[in-house]
């Protein structure tokens, strides 16, 4: 099974930008379709983008389309979510999470990392 390390979340200004990674570990990286999640406190889990294993093909929610992007760096086993334009309703713990295939609903994904806190201020 894959092991997920989420990095880069941290305190912006609204209309600001951070990049959050996630490093895989195993030979299997490309194996797998990558992707993000996001929690807010009271809130379920919620899917935010993915890209295919071969990161030719993306996802997004429509809440971040436009604004999000997501890639992946098969050399160096990790991917990347690139976050532009931050609101202050992009706040939540976000998660990288990999699977066999495209899953917008968190019960289906089965690796989950650990995740990292992005709060964006008003």
């Known amino acids: 099974q894959v092991q997920l390390v989420e990095s880069g979340g941290g305190l912006v200004q609204a209309g600001g930008s951070l990049r959050l990674s996630c490093a895989a570990s195993g030979r299997t990286f490309s194996s797998y379709v990558m992707s993000w999640f996001r929690q807010a406190p009271g809130v379920e889990r919620e899917f935010v983008s993915a890209t295919s294993r071969r990161g030719i093909t993306t996802y997004y929610a429509d809440s971040v389309k436009g604004r999000f992007t997501i890639s992946r760096d098969s050399a160096k086993n990790t991917v990347y979510l690139q976050m532009n334009s931050l609101k202050p309703e992009d706040t939540a713990v976000y998660y990288c999470?990999?699977?066999?295939?495209?899953?917008?609903?968190?019960?289906?994904?089965?690796?989950w990392g650990q995740g990292t806190q992005v709060t964006v201020s008003s």
């Open positions: 999470a990999a699977s066999s295939g495209v899953e917008r609903r968190p019960q289906q994904i089965g690796s």
